[in-house]
Antibody, heavy 115, light 112 residues
Framework: EVQLVESGGGSVQPGGSLRLSCAAS????????MSWVRQTPGKGLELVSY????????KYADSVKGRFTISRDNAKNSLYLQMNSLRAEDTAVYYC????????WGQGTLVTVSS | DVVMTQSPLSLPVTLGQPASISCRSS???????????LNWFQQRPGQSPRRLIY???NRDSGVPDRFSGSGSGTDFTLKISRVEAEDVGVYYC?????????FGQGTKLEIK
């Protein structure tokens, strides 16, 4: 069974940083593209970033480019999202998902950016 | 960016009756490989989204066959042949052809 478990969310002040992690199991992690998707009540769903299996191709939404960095460790079956220079509008539930077309999703982790 | 427009945004349905959700894209969604990357997702209250349909009309594993997807070009439809209580939630379309991939606003299905 595919399982994706996010962690690392929390509250942070504007300008701060957080690192999200996603632990994957139930499939051959190293064979799949992985994504981060966020959801807010106001803006809905947004695919923030994805990374190819070998990290050879990475994409970012314009809203996070230059501030967020996606990475993976295939030996640890883990996906990461380093979020710097956080803004109030980054407040959202962040989901880890398998594949760029989001076949499976984790349960999400809440990130709140507020002073 | 490709804009995905869903209608209706609210869909009250009687149990056992059919339901239909429309999704229109601002650009065609045929990728260079010839496939059309239009997905449908269901988000039940309090849960993460779950993919139901990929590439317009392919049901994901475990998805009941009362769900079906169709369409081409810029017009796509998700149909539920007979709505059940467990179908309550918000449904989203998403295009995975042109980066950035984008979602519709969501259609909230409720039981009348």
């Amino acid at each position: 069974e595919v399982q994706l478990v996010e962690s690392g969310g929390g509250s942070v002040q504007p300008g701060g940083s957080l690192r999200l992690s996603c632990a994957a199991s139930g499939f051959t992690f190293s064979s799949y593209t992985m994504s981060w998707v966020r959801q807010t009540p106001g803006k809905g769903l947004e695919l923030v970033s994805y990374i190819y299996s070998s990290s050879g191709t990475i994409k970012y939404a314009d809203s996070v480019k230059g501030r967020f960095t996606i990475s993976r460790d295939n030996a640890k079956n883990s996906l990461y999202l380093q979020m710097n220079s956080l803004r109030a509008e980054d407040t959202a539930v962040y989901y880890c998902a398998r594949e760029a077309r989001l076949a499976y999703w984790g349960q999400g982790t809440l990130v709140t950016v507020s002073s | 960016d490709v804009v995905m427009t869903q209608s209706p945004l609210s869909l009250p349905v009687t149990l056992g009756q059919p339901a239909s959700i429309s999704c229109r894209s601002s650009q065609g969604l045929v990728y260079s490989d010839g496939d059309t990357y239009l997905n449908w997702f269901q988000q039940r209250p309090g849960q993460s989204p779950r993919r139901l349909i990929y590439k317009v009309s392919n049901r994901d594993s475990g998805v009941p066959d009362r769900f079906s997807g169709s369409g081409s070009g810029t017009d796509f439809t998700l149909k539920i042949s007979r709505v059940e209580a467990e179908d309550v939630g918000v449904y989203y379309c998403m295009q995975g052809t042109h980066w950035p991939y984008t979602f519709g606003q969501g259609t909230k299905l409720e039981i009348k």
